[in-house]
């Protein structure tokens, strides 16, 4: 009975080392998406001010293409969306964790207590 239990503290063990991990590293991605949002919604207020027939350029890989300035500012906002949507996955993805790490620890807890009324009526 000792080694059932052991082995199963052990999976579970693995499992939340597994999850921190997967959680560390979706809050480092929103943190990251929080970053660019900043910077596109930083960048769409200084554009914004500026006459209509300001030249602008917007990068494609290696060159810089002139635009006008809706142009510049639909690429912001559409860039903005995008950035915000990753955040709301990602948020769901840890929120999905941390209920697969509670049904794992609940999952523990009725084992042993299975193991331990079996070894009671024994």
Excluded: C
Excluded at 34 to 60: C, F, W
Excluded at 86 to 97: D, S, W
């Amino acid at each position: 009975m000792d080694e059932e239990i052991r082995a199963a503290f052990q999976e579970l063990q693995a499992k939340v080392v597994d999850t921190n991990q997967r959680m560390q590293m979706a809050e480092h991605q929103k943190m990251v998406k929080a970053g660019q949002l900043r910077k596109l919604i930083l960048t769409a207020q200084e554009v914004d001010p500026l006459p209509a027939e300001t030249p602008m350029y917007n990068s494609h890989g290696k060159m810089f293409l002139l635009t006008d300035k809706e142009s510049v500012l639909d690429a912001l906002e559409a860039q903005a969306k995008e950035a915000d949507a990753a955040m709301k996955k990602i948020e769901e993805a840890k929120g999905q964790l941390q209920m697969s790490l509670k049904d794992s620890e609940n999952a523990l807890r009725e084992f042993i207590k299975q193991k331990q009324s079996q070894a009671a009526s024994s």
